[in-house]
């Protein structure tokens, strides 16, 4: 199979079936392979983290916020970006994922421009995300989006 660049994938798999191996092979034997690689466990993310450490955030955008803090979409900028466990991302900050797919572009927080990125996406997931959807607990678009780039289900 030929995987074009911008393609984003769904691995969806049992734990401990090698999810991680096949993201690791997909980015490092593609065109992006000179890219970074940026990993995020979304399960250890909590809501308040969540779009500060993906969207990055400016200094002063919050309470705490001391510093500039580069987020991840634009860290992975030219590589792969890979998302363990999507399916604990809040529902109101999945459409923040799935306007960095679907316009390759992200803002951050407390941002006031605009920020271009050239990434892939590699998600992964051990549940049934269509079940999700069908329970109001993932958005249908972002589903959808996913499913109909590439989609991997083993286990």
Do not use: W
Not at 2 to 10: D, F, G, K
Not at 98 to 111: D, F, Q
Request: contains cysteine; charged residues 30%; hydrophobic residues 35%.
């Amino acid at each position: 199979m030929v995987l074009y660049p911008n393609t984003s994938i769904l691995i969806n798999s049992e734990t401990g079936t090698g999810k991680e191996l096949l993201a690791n092979i997909i980015h490092y034997n593609s065109d992006r392979q000179s890219g970074p690689f940026v990993k995020v466990s979304c399960a250890v993310l909590s809501r308040q983290l969540f779009e500060s450490e993906i969207l990055g955030h400016e200094k002063e955008a919050f309470t705490g916020a001391d510093y500039q803090k580069t987020g991840r979409f634009e860290q992975a900028d030219g590589g792969s970006i890979y998302l363990e466990e999507i399916d604990d991302i809040p529902l109101d900050l999945q459409v923040k994922l799935l306007m960095a797919i679907e316009e390759r572009e992200t803002e951050c927080v407390g941002g006031k421009e605009t920020i271009k990125i050239d990434i892939r996406v590699i998600a992964l997931t051990k549940k049934d995300l269509k079940q999700l959807v069908s329970e109001g607990k993932f958005r249908e678009d972002l589903y959808y989006r996913l499913i109909t780039s590439c989609r991997y289900n083993f286990s």
